[in-house]
């Protein structure tokens, strides 16, 4: 039995753990794992090879994803999707396991609504996938962060200076608020919940008149687009508290790295599981951490979480802050 397995959208850590996993669980029970590179576009080129337990030996320790990812617009159109539906058919896939966040399993979900037998897992660093407590990359992503802080920390105190900390997430706060109160950061801004740039400067300001001597604010990369770049909080902080404020833009640092235990482990038992499932004949859904277990979710209803936080946790970020 043939079956194709891809990495498709933004890279996370812990995706390797999942392509390992399916692959040696796979040989076990009899199915012929084919890995397809750069996501949805191989799948439509047909870039793609048979992977062997020992093709996957020595990658569970690397970020990123050794099949390679690619955003794929040739894949919303009706061309492409044809192209990709006959691929499947040239290459006698007889399923398809798609590793990858909310964009990349609605391309999964469509797969299935058109016959082809598909599984989905969970991969996203911003955490913003609906049906599932935690995604694929979360946890090294928010390692990154708090290693991050820790050392402005240490900057800020000893300049007594304000630190504005842009982090991901265009439409999710996760890793800002979680990363935020795992970091000790004084504000923590996320698009979930409006802020206007006045009370941020007036929240530093009462921070430092109650004798702190320093103060991060971690700022989720989807702010600015209703408060203006990083650089211009930064600015209207400074003119209103007459304090030094400096920015630091960590991007693509927090999707890198070696992936922590958590994800190796989480990317294994996804993977695994992915195979099982396709051994015993069941396909149409995403393969879903609840509870601390795994249990599938049709792929009907997966989407983009609406509020990817938990605003008691972000009323304690600031309380905690204060």
């Known amino acids: 039995m043939r079956v194709g397995i891809l990495t498709s959208g933004g890279d996370a850590p812990g995706m390797n753990a999942a392509v390992r996993a399916f692959v040696r669980r796979g040989w ?3 199915l012929e794992p084919i890995g397809i590179r750069r996501g949805y576009a191989g799948l439509i080129e047909g870039d793609m090879a048979p992977l062997t337990p020992r093709d996957v030996g020595g990658v569970i320790e690397y970020g990123g994803t050794f099949l390679r990812t690619a955003r794929c617009p040739a894949f919303l159109t ?7 539906l006959d691929m499947i058919e040239r290459e006698k896939l007889a399923a398809l396991v798609v590793i990858g966040g909310e964009g990349s399993l609605k391309g999964a979900r469509w797969l299935s609504e058109q016959g082809i037998k598909v599984i989905g897992l969970p991969a996203s660093i911003d955490n913003d996938i609906e ?3 935690m995604a694929i990359g ?3 992503a928010l390692n990154t962060v708090v290693w991050a802080l820790n050392r402005i920390r240490d900057t800020a105190l000893a300049h007594e200076r304000v630190f504005l900390v842009e982090v991901m997430g265009r439409k999710s706060g996760y890793i800002a608020l979680m990363g935020g109160i795992a970091g000790g950061a004084e504000i923590v801004l996320v698009p979930e919940v409006e802020v206007g740039l ?3 400067a007036e929240e530093v300001s009462v921070g430092y008149r109650k004798g702190k001597h320093h ?3 971690v700022v989720a990369e989807g702010v600015t687009e209703r408060l203006g770049p990083t650089g211009e909080i930064a600015q209207f902080i400074r003119e209103r508290t007459g304090l030094e404020v400096r920015v630091t833009v960590l991007g693509h640092l927090q999707r890198g790295g070696s992936p922590t235990a958590y994800d190796r482990i989480l990317g294994s038992r996804l993977g695994a599981k992915a195979a099982e499932d396709v051994a015993a004949g069941r396909f149409g859904h995403m393969m879903a951490v609840r509870g601390g277990g795994l249990s599938p979710v049709p792929l ?3 989407g983009r979480k609406e509020l990817a ?3 008691e946790l972000y009323r304690l970020a600031h309380s905690l802050g204060k």
Do not use: F, K, N, P
């Open 78 to 84: 009706e061309q492409g999707r044809s192209q990709a």
């Open 215 to 217: 103060s991060i604010v």
């Open 198 to 200: 006045e009370q941020v």
């Open 309 to 311: 936080i938990d605003l």
């Open 131 to 133: 049906g599932t407590d």
């Open 28 to 30: 076990e029970l009899g």
């Open 300 to 302: 009907s209803e997966v």
């Open 138 to 140: 979360v946890d090294t």
